[in-house]
C-alpha cells in the first residue's frame, strides 16, 4: 500500500507542477498536449471516436495520473533506506524517456522539446515526481 500511495502522491506532484507552470511560463513542457495526441490516436486506432476539448483533456489527465502512479509505485521495490535516490532515478528515467520516445512513437515532440530549458524542465519534472514517490514510500514505510 505505501508504494501505490507513494506513486500517486509522484503523480500528483509531477502533474500538478507541469500544470502550474504551464499557466505562466511560455517554455514549460506541455507533456498535457503529447498525452492529448497520444491518447486521440489510440483510440482512433482501436476505433473509438476520442474526446475533444475538455473531455480529452480530463481523460488525458486521469490516464497520465494513473500510469505515472503505477510507473513511480514500482520504485517501492527497493530498499527502504534507498527510495529516494531510487525515486530520483526512475524519474531521471522517465524524463528522458519522454523527451527520446515522443517522435519513434508518432508523437510531435515539439511541446516538450522546443527548447533547452523545455528539456531540462521535463526531465527535471519527472524526476521530482520520482523523488516525492521515493520520500512518501519510505516515510510510509515502517523502519
Known amino acids: 500500500m505505501s508504494s501505490l500511495l507513494g506513486g500517486i502522491a509522484g503523480a500528483i506532484a509531477l502533474n500538478a507542477v507541469h500544470q502550474a507552470v504551464k499557466q505562466f511560463y511560455h517554455a514549460a513542457p506541455r507533456v498535457d498536449l503529447v ?3 497520444a491518447m486521440a490516436k489510440g483510440l482512433g486506432k482501436l476505433g473509438v471516436k476520442p474526446p475533444t476539448g475538455n473531455a ?10 494513473v500510469s505515472n502512479a503505477l510507473y513511480y509505485s514500482a520504485i517501492g521495490a527497493g530498499k527502504r533506506k534507498q527510495l529516494p535516490v531510487i525515486g530520483a ?25 522546443k ?3 523545455t528539456k531540462v524542465l521535463t526531465v527535471a519534472w519527472y524526476t521530482l515526481g520520482g523523488i516525492v514517490a521515493g520520500c512518501v514510500i519510505k516515510r510510509l514505510r515502517k523502519k
Request: aromatic share 2%; proline share 5%.
Open 35 to 37: 498525452g492529448e495526441e
Open 89 to 113: 532515478a526512475a524519474g531521471l528515467a522517465a524524463g528522458i524517456g519522454a523527451l527520446t520516445l515522443t517522435k519513434p512513437m508518432g508523437l510531435n515532440d515539439a511541446p516538450i522539446t
Open 115 to 117: 527548447t533547452n530549458q
Open 56 to 65: 480529452l483533456f480530463g481523460a488525458t489527465m486521469a490516464a497520465d495520473l
